[in-house]
């Protein structure tokens, strides 16, 4: 009687020590995967920038019709475009917050450029 329940607990931790092998490399595979969708760091901050915003960086470069994203460029953009989408012209206020959402989400591809190259010449000057 007791060979047998021996044989059963036996039986029971390799089953359980297989399962969880098993589990461990399913998910160091998952999270390889994941680290390998997200690619470079450039990738992953337009990714976050794309959630915070709610608008990717070519919709934005879309929106306000700029190839070029700098400053001056986005200003006279967004200038144009809002002042042409006012109710009083036949906009609407939807178009003009696409306008506003999509400066914002250039504005904010600018200022994580530039803080970066901020930080290359700050370690180039270390």
């Not at 007791?2 to 044989?7: D, G, L, T």
């Not at 306000?64 to 475009?81: A, G, H, M, P, W």
């Not at 006012?86 to 600018?110: D, N, P, W």
């Amino acid at each position: 009687m007791a060979r047998f329940i021996a044989q059963i607990i036996i039986a029971g931790t390799q089953v359980v020590g297989r399962a969880f092998a098993r589990a461990l490399k399913q998910e160091m595979a998952a999270s390889q995967e994941a680290a390998r969708r997200l690619g470079n760091s450039r990738a992953r901050s337009q990714q976050i920038g794309n959630l915070k915003m709610g608008l990717s960086l070519e919709e934005a470069k879309q929106i306000l019709n700029v190839s070029n994203i700098t400053r001056e460029e986005i200003k006279k953009q967004y200038d144009f475009l809002f002042k042409n989408n006012e109710r009083e012209k036949g906009g609407t206020f939807y178009i003009q917050s696409k306008i506003v959402r999509a400066k914002e989400r250039l504005e904010h591809e600018l200022d994580q450029s530039e803080a970066k190259e901020q930080q290359t010449e700050e370690t180039s000057k270390s």
